[in-house]
């Protein structure tokens, strides 16, 4: 990596990183955490990156901790200390500091396996419920708009369409017997009926939301989201590796058609989950999507009645 510094006219701001003092160092567009920074002391002139300012951030949290911890038992003791000069009573004293030690496992269990799991469930709900904001995003910009291109590919959508008639009845049960329904049925991608060109051009144009989902840390925890990800973006680099897709030899076809599956038969269920989600908490998005619903021919986003 080469950065550059204009000598002499090189303007530079002062930040203070872990309580130190850093001068940032005009460098190239190399994306986030490329930036470097030089040593505030004026002698020493060195570069250093990110990295070692976050391995320095490290040493000096865990500094400040065993300092805290040093205090605090320092504390005690002089409490303690203090405690048997005023009241010469060894004896009481020891008694309350054996029944607070004996307190101490079911404080720990209260704390770390209570309420640190309520907190942790609290925060893990709260992140899934950005994550749904990530995945209805990806369905609106990609997913519905993928899935109507291959659902016209599919031979055997006769066979799960009427399951898939989404209406503003549907209950929770009604979404769990589709998802068993969608266990069995086997899907088969016609790859003659697919626009190969058309395909390739969608994917390419959408090629930056999905590296931005890819970038989320959010979306590694959902795992079959991960997968259906990573499905779409090979496809999408198979079909750019190719630069003619219309005289392709049976086996790269058929070798193609397998790519394309895995992602149809992975979109699905996360469709279907995502429908559910919306019925649930934005009734007024779930409107809009039913009216889109790639399964229903006679589906509209106009309101006739």
Same mark, same amino acid.
């Not at 006219?9 to 001068?23: K, L």
């Not at 607070?100 to 709900?125: C, G, H, N, W, Y």
């Not at 990530?134 to 990609?142: D, K, L």
């Not at 219309?246 to 469709?271: C, K």
């Given at each position: ?5 204009? %000598? ?39 570069? !250093? ?65 209570? !309420? ?31 899935? %109507? ?140 999507? !039913? ?15």
């Amino acid at each position: 990596m080469k950065f550059f510094r204009e %000598a002499g006219r090189s303007r530079t701001r002062r930040h203070r990183w872990c309580g130190s003092p850093f001068r940032l160092v005009r460098a190239g567009n190399f994306g986030i955490g490329s930036l470097t920074y030089e040593s505030g002391a004026p002698d020493n002139g060195f570069i !250093i990156t990110t990295s070692i300012i976050t391995k320095y951030c490290m040493k000096e949290d865990t500094r400040w901790k065993l300092t805290a911890g040093i205090l605090l038992i320092t504390l005690t003791l002089a409490m303690l200390t203090a405690h048997y000069l005023i009241f010469q009573d060894e004896h009481h004293l020891f008694i309350f500091f054996a029944g607070d030690l004996a307190f101490i496992p079911i404080e720990v269990l209260v704390v770390t396996l209570i !309420i640190d799991q309520m907190l942790e469930s609290r925060e893990k709900q709260r992140r899934m419920e950005k994550l749904n904001m990530v995945i209805g995003t990806f369905f609106s910009r990609i997913g519905t708009p993928l899935l %109507a291109q291959l659902v016209r590919a599919d031979s055997n959508i006769d066979d799960i369409s009427e399951h898939l008639n989404i209406g503003t009845d549907w209950h929770n049960d009604m979404f769990q017997e589709v998802q068993k329904c969608l266990a069995n049925h086997s899907c088969d991608v016609a790859i003659d009926l697919v626009n190969l060109e058309a395909l390739k051009c969608f994917l390419v144009d959408h090629e930056d939301f999905l590296l931005r989902l890819v970038e989320n840390p959010m979306v590694f925890e959902h795992e079959t989201f991960t997968d259906l990800i990573l499905a779409v973006n090979h496809l999408d680099e198979e079909l750019k590796a190719r630069d003619d897709l219309i005289s392709l030899p049976t086996r790269d076809q058929a070798h193609l058609a397998m790519d394309i599956q895995r992602v149809y038969s992975q979109l699905i269920p996360e469709w279907l989950k995502y429908m559910e989600y919306l019925k649930i908490h934005y009734p007024y998005l779930f409107s809009l999507a !039913i009216r889109k619903n790639p399964f229903d021919r006679s589906a509209s986003v106009i309101i006739h009645h």
